[in-house]
């Protein structure tokens, strides 16, 4: 199905979402048509904040926003929808478009599955009526579903439409990037050179696939990494976590800009605490990447001053390689919570493979590292 002809089903002049590989059509089609506009198109942290900002449309203007997301957000909007857009709360309607990952019967990864498995359930569960967009689905069916949408709509419901992997097309392309040097692949490179043998806790996405591919390049282990794939912006807190009870290990966090802003109370926990064992590492490159490229807002945040302000002890951002390898091995033995921000451009191999060994058997292997620590 055409994005052109799914929109003009919706009929809303307001959009806000968590970009989704699945629904790029809808994403390239929405930044072509808005771009960043606040009026009718803003790219959210997290799905909640995605939920918030649609009531917060709604309650201004008395029409029908729309949220996008992949199906992971669910998560993330399973409060506010059940304490505030609740027809027995404050009933404030909107619709839904969820890219359904890890639909059963289609091979995808492990991160993806039980989601996937879950998807319909949780929007049953939080009283949203939901329909499965398919490559079948026909424009008039479409229509009629809509038509029935907008009773429920009336009355303060909430309802979404599934969307099936390669439903949704889109003729016209995006073209997204940056002006930053140095590549991700390429500042990881460096930082697996300088962190050696400690542990690496990697974000979710093309990150994590770098980091291993990198150490199959060196023919090096994996038992030192943990590759966070899934639970976007938890990783730091993860980090935080085994740092407090390894105190005399250096831990290392590789982040990436939209995880941390999808969840940037972690980082006030973390600058609180404040462990002296910590690098947590920010690959800035201002863009949801791994699933399409369209931009965070990470172009407008300071993260430098907002971790100081924190609580965290030094804090530097970066764009050469020759400022990367001076401040690596500044961190490398720096007593204290630090902060190394590195802009990077967009861009990965097209070749860029994945994992061949379970979430499981990575998590055993980094246990069984991290008992050998001291």
């Not at 976590?241 to 999808?262: H, R, S, Y």
Request: glycine share 8%; aromatic share 8%.
């Amino acid at each position: 199905m055409q994005v052109e002809s799914f929109i003009k089903v919706l009929d809303s002049d307001f959009y806000t979402g968590v970009p989704d590989s699945q629904l790029k059509p809808l994403c390239n089609y929405l930044m072509n048509t808005y771009g960043i506009d606040p009026q009718h198109h803003v790219i959210a942290a997290n799905e909640g904040n995605c939920v918030a900002l649609a009531t917060g449309y709604h309650l201004a203007t008395g029409k029908i926003p729309v949220v996008y997301m992949q199906n992971s957000g669910e998560g993330n909007v399973i409060n506010p929808i059940a304490s505030l857009t609740n027809d027995n709360v404050y009933a404030v309607p909107m619709v839904f478009i969820v890219g359904w990952r890890g639909q059963p019967g289609i091979h995808d990864e492990p991160q993806h599955v039980y989601q996937g498995k879950i998807t319909k359930q949780l929007l049953a569960i939080m009283d949203i009526e939901s329909f499965v967009i398919t490559k079948n689905t026909s424009y008039d069916e479409l229509e009629i579903v809509m038509a029935y949408y907008r009773t429920l709509l009336a009355k303060g419901k909430s309802v979404a439409f599934i969307i099936e992997k390669g439903v949704l097309e889109y003729d016209a392309s995006v073209a997204y990037g940056n002006n930053y040097i140095i590549s991700r692949e390429e500042a990881l490179t460096y930082i697996l050179s300088v962190s050696g043998n400690d542990p690496v806790i990697c974000t979710t996405g093309k990150a994590s696939r770098e980091v291993y591919e990198i150490r199959e390049k060196r023919r090096q282990g994996h038992g030192c990494d943990f590759l966070t794939v899934g639970s976007m912006g938890h990783s730091s807190s993860i980090a935080l976590g085994i740092a407090l009870q390894k105190p005399e290990t250096k831990i290392w966090c590789i982040d990436g800009d939209g995880a941390v802003l999808m969840h940037m109370g972690a980082i006030a926990v973390i600058g609180a605490n404040a462990p002296h064992n910590m690098v947590h590492i920010v690959i800035n490159n201002e863009a949801h990447e791994t699933v399409g490229g369209m931009p965070t807002v990470a172009g407008k945040t300071d993260f430098v001053a907002m971790v100081m302000a924190c609580g965290y002890q030094y804090a530097v951002c970066v764009q050469s390689v020759q400022e990367l390898e001076t401040e690596l091995k500044r961190v490398k033995t720096y007593e204290g919570l630090c902060l190394l921000e590195i802009k990077c451009r967009l861009g990965a191999r097209d070749d860029l493979g994945r994992p061949v060994s379970s979430p499981i058997e990575n998590k055993e292997a980094f246990m069984d590292f991290l008992d050998k620590k001291v």
